[in-house]
């Protein structure tokens, strides 16, 4: 069983910044790809970015691209999204998730264990 905990959201003015983190307990957490998902209200959830094994790998959305940073540090078991430029749009509850296998890294239901979730609202 794994467990995933969200922490850093919070209101933001537009073009300010957060850092989520999100940290793992249960299994071997360098041993899984990561990624982080969100969901704004009245919307279906959707991908923001992953994340490798060993944290070489990324991926994007084309929303954050450019703006969002995915990283993570395999000996704190601890995955992090460094959001900047913030815009209205970003308002979502964000979730971190872990894949243990596939490499579909877009598709939630690649995913096998989730966060609770943390609220991001970005204010214009």
């Known amino acids: 069983q794994v467990q995933l905990v969200e922490t850093g959201g919070g209101l933001v003015q537009a073009g300010g910044s957060l850092r989520l983190s999100c940290g793992g307990s249960?299994?071997?957490?360098?041993?899984?790809?990561m990624g982080w998902f969100r969901q704004a209200p009245g919307k279906e959830r959707e991908f923001a970015a992953a994340v490798s094994r060993n944290g070489l790998i990324t991926y994007y959305a084309d929303s954050v691209k450019g703006r969002f940073t995915i990283s993570r540090d395999n000996a704190k078991n601890t995955m992090y999204l460094q959001m900047n430029s913030l815009k209205p749009e970003d308002t979502a509850v964000y979730y971190c998730a872990l894949r243990t296998s596939g490499s579909a890294y877009q598709s939630e239901k690649s995913y096998d264990y989730w966060g609770q979730g943390t609220q991001v609202t970005v204010s214009s």
């Open positions: 249960g299994r071997t957490f360098s041993d899984f790809n």
